[in-house]
């Protein structure tokens, strides 16, 4: 055969030179064995036809008996080499019992012909019987446009090859072109894309939040439609490499779904995908196709293309209707609840199977203090997590462990598994400093808030990083950056909640009154902002004024349908009426609140309040179902279940006991354990109670100055006032009267507005005049 005449065999990104017995794969040569090579060839020659066993060997072999092993062999070594899993196979299909058949379109190609027809939708136009004439021509009409289109950008392609991208480069995703008048499409298949496209350990994709940020800097609305023209300039503010740009055009009952991957800087084409859906029910499927090819082609290999590729009805949902809805929640997420929750409850109306929906609503319900809602979505979620993808797998199972069973130590493994698989993923560092919110080890929560910032590469100030500073006591720090969200107008209310807060600290009066009153008329987070206030009058020794706090903090909760919340209230107002002695107002309280939810925190916190107050029948029944329950929650079997029974243990006189079971708590009890109440270090609280019981002098003193050293974990709780009296008595057993009659003037100072019939304060009062 001459050079000239020479055939070439192309099919998917392969090309075989049969004369010079090679195999390519975009333009590299692969290593094959020569009879894997002979193989090959005879399945490419008699494509989509089924070769027998026997017919293969004789081809293979034609002058020798060799064993049907050795075909098997040759087969494997094939399937490995083009990627071509045994089962669902794409290109060598095994029918049992008979042989195998090569089932991928195969082209002839002279070896001076440069053009590869890449497309296998766009070179085989199928016309349905039922379909017109005139429809048939218009087919054909767009196919020889999108051929044409092939054939010019295979030229050039060849001519100036584009380079693959890094896994370092970022990508822009615009939203598709909706040509089909269809308004379903719209921000739909952006939504089925991204979702595809974020199953690859290998793109990194611009996050939408990053997106509207930059937006915003253009002088954009952040919710602005991403043209073309639009999603380059974002691409090159981003420092991005390459921008996502998508149509889907309808002809008769076909759709045309077309990506180019262009490169933002120059505008010229890194990739180009075509596929054909042949109604509408088979636009996700068509969606499927050319985000693996789009991937393949922007460098990601072939096997982690096929090692996390699930199909868009199992990534997202086969309903567009669904799919639809939830971009809509996604666009608004961030910020707006109040809309969000309901276009999140619409796509499970759509698709009750939809896994991320429920997943995502039952994270947003937890977010605003409805935690029976949240955990119920979040375990339907983890029900249906066979239909996800593996990152989004890794999202159910975190925050399953995390907010459903509360193993935390289950969390962190899962969070560490994720990060190795998606290094990049600012989701990730993010999710895991909650755990170690909940673990109570603060330093970590700083450093994994700070590096999910650096990963997400947004300018935007975290409201988790302010907390994260005011947990370590660096109240300058969270203050400034604070203040700067707000002069950047990033003014959301967890910024005014941080401000709140840091102006507590530091005694701010004013501040926190200013903060306040915005909180309060804010509808989503009036009634927190409530129970804040009414956590500060207690702080001063302000009962009275608390427990009207509390009472308007919970039917505020309970008007914005958000029982739990009003729960926990009531039991955290159990809580302090227990500390100080106010007993049968803690008992009223403390049964009032698990009459309203039995979530977790409102059994613990009521259980904790009956115990202090000395009613454990009651306690002790609440702790038994906590542990049945949640019987994998690290807080409540390491910190609320320990701290509920010590306390009826020190009630009961026995000191010892209490400081014995005290000890499983160890570990966590400087974890945040309720963000509704924000209530922490409980156990330090009691164990300091029971080594004054037991006279225990400076072992009591360095429970409570724990306490004292803590103010941005304490915050405004009522055992941060109470700790100054603490230290004051243990210093009393230690015989230092100096230390002691400080530190119950502190205590006096801090209650200087008390109301005088708190029994603590009279009980304080009179310890001080022994002093003297």
Known sequence: MSKQAKQLYEFGPFRVDPQECLLFRDGEALSLTPKAFETLLVLIQN????????????????????????????????????????????????????????????RFVPQQDDIVLASRSITHVVIDKETSPAEAWRWVAVAGVVVAAILGGTWYWRSHPAPKLSDKDTIVMADFENKTGDPVFDGTLRQGLSAQLEQSPFLNLLSDRRTAQTLALMGQPKDARLTHELAQEVCQRAAGAAVLDGTIAQIGERYLLTLRALDCATGDSLANTVAEASDKTRVLDALGKIASETRSKLGESLASVRRYDIPPESVTTPSLEALKSYSL???????????????????????????????????????????????????KAYELRDRVSDREKFYIASHYDTMVTGDLEAARK???????????????????????????DFDKVLTITQKAMNLSGENRLSSNLVWAYIFVNRLADAKAMALEAQTRKQDDPSFHQNLYVIDFLQRDFEGMKREAAGLVSNPTWGHAALNYESDTAAYFGRFAQGRELTRRAADSAQKADNKQSAAIYEADGAIREAFVGNTALAKQQARSAPALSNGKEVEAMAAIAFSVAGDSGQAMQL????????????????????????????????????????????????????????????????????????????????????????????????????????????YVLSKDTSKARAAYQDFFTLWKDADPDVPILKQAKAEYARLH
């Not at 293969?56 to 050795?70: A, F, Q, T």
């Not at 990627?83 to 195969?106: C, K």
């Open 47 to 106: 494509a989509g036809h089924l070769m027998s066993k026997d017919e293969l060997m004789k081809n293979i072999w034609p002058d020798s008996y060799v064993e049907e092993v050795n075909l098997s062999q040759n087969i494997s070594m094939l399937r490995k080499v083009l990627g071509d899993p045994a089962q669902g196979s794409r290109y060598i299909v095994t029918v049992p019992g008979r042989g195998y058949r090569f089932t991928e379109v195969v």
């Open 329 to 379: 929640a996604m666009k608004v997420r961030s910020g707006d609840f109040a809309t969000c929750i309901p276009l999140f409850q619409r796509a499970i109306e759509q698709d009750p199977k939809f896994a991320m929906a429920y997943a995502q609503l039952g994270v947003v319900y937890i977010n605003i203090g409805q935690t029976v809602r949240g955990t119920e979505n979040i375990r």
């Open 414 to 440: 899962d969070y560490e598994l994720w990060a190795q698989l998606y290094p990049r993923d600012p989701l990730v560092p993010a999710s895991l400093a909650v755990v170690y919110f909940y673990l109570g």
């Open 623 to 730: 702790a038994n179902d906590l542990g049945k329950r949640f019987p994998q929650d690290t807080i409540v079997e390491f910190n609320y279940l320990p701290t509920i029974r010590a306390a009826a243990e020190l009630r009961d006189g026995d000191s010892g006991k209490a400081i014995t079971t005290l000890a499983a708590a160890a570990p966590y009890e400087l974890g945040i354990t309720a963000l509704d109440a924000g209530i922490s270090l409980y156990p330090v609280y009691l164990r300091g109670e029971a080594y004054l019981a037991a006279q225990q002098g400076s072992a009591a003193a360095a429970e409570f100055q724990k306490i004292l050293d803590h103010p941005g974990v304490v915050q405004n709780e009522l055992i941060g006032a109470l700790a100054h009296l603490g230290l004051g008595r243990a």
